[in-house]
């Protein structure tokens, strides 16, 4: 901006010295001195703050907006867990109709279709659980310690 060389400060302080004479140099030096050191501290400030908030820009731009990601993320979620519930719902269905389309067992040789069977006489007789016959467990006996 300024290009003041040593010879153009030089007639500037013999001007000084000259216009204020050498009681009043000193502290028009002095004064003039410390508004020069007020102007670039104001500079200085101004400028780190501008880069403070240019970096705080950059940062922001290069995190990027979580919240915006997240959305997205739930949303791909979403169609995921929709087409898998298609597709099971599918699967379903098929399995439905084809066990619907298979026949039903053929009766046993020597009985005759017409008769109810003992499943048939267990459910007339009142479903009592202390009449109905009793499985194997699979799981292995309870042991009382």
């Given at each position: 901006?300024?290009?003041?060389?040593?010879?153009?400060?030089?007639?500037?302080?013999?001007?000084?010295?000259?216009?204020?004479?050498?009681?009043?140099?000193?502290?028009?030096?002095?004064?003039?001195g410390?508004?020069?050191?007020?102007?670039?501290a104001?500079?200085?400030?101004?400028?780190?703050?501008?880069?403070?908030?240019?970096a705080?820009?950059?940062?922001?731009?290069?995190?990027?907006?979580?919240?915006?990601?997240?959305?997205?993320?739930?949303?791909?979620?979403?169609?995921?867990?929709?087409?898998?519930?298609?597709?099971?719902?599918?699967?379903?269905?098929?399995?439905?109709?084809?066990?619907?389309?298979?026949?039903?067992p053929?009766?046993?040789?020597?009985?005759?279709?017409?008769?109810?069977?003992?499943?048939?006489?267990?459910?007339?007789?009142?479903?009592?659980?202390?009449?109905?016959?009793?499985?194997?467990?699979?799981?292995?006996?309870?042991?009382?310690?």
């Amino acid at each position: 901006m300024f290009d003041l060389g040593f010879s153009e400060l030089l007639v500037v302080a013999v001007v000084a010295l000259v216009v204020l004479g050498p009681e009043r140099l000193p502290r028009a030096a002095r004064f003039t001195g410390l508004w020069v050191r007020k102007a670039r501290a104001q500079w200085y400030s101004v400028k780190s703050e501008f880069e403070r908030e240019m970096a705080a820009e950059d940062l922001k731009r290069s995190i990027g907006d979580p919240a915006r990601d997240l959305r997205g993320d739930i949303e791909d979620i979403r169609k995921e867990l929709d087409e898998t519930s298609a597709q099971a719902g599918s699967a379903l269905r098929e399995a439905e109709a084809t066990a619907r389309d298979e026949a039903p067992p053929a009766p046993a040789p020597g009985t005759d279709p017409g008769q109810p069977s003992q499943a048939d006489d267990q459910a007339q007789a009142g479903n009592d659980p202390d009449d109905a016959p009793t499985q194997p467990s699979l799981l292995p006996p309870r042991r009382d310690d």
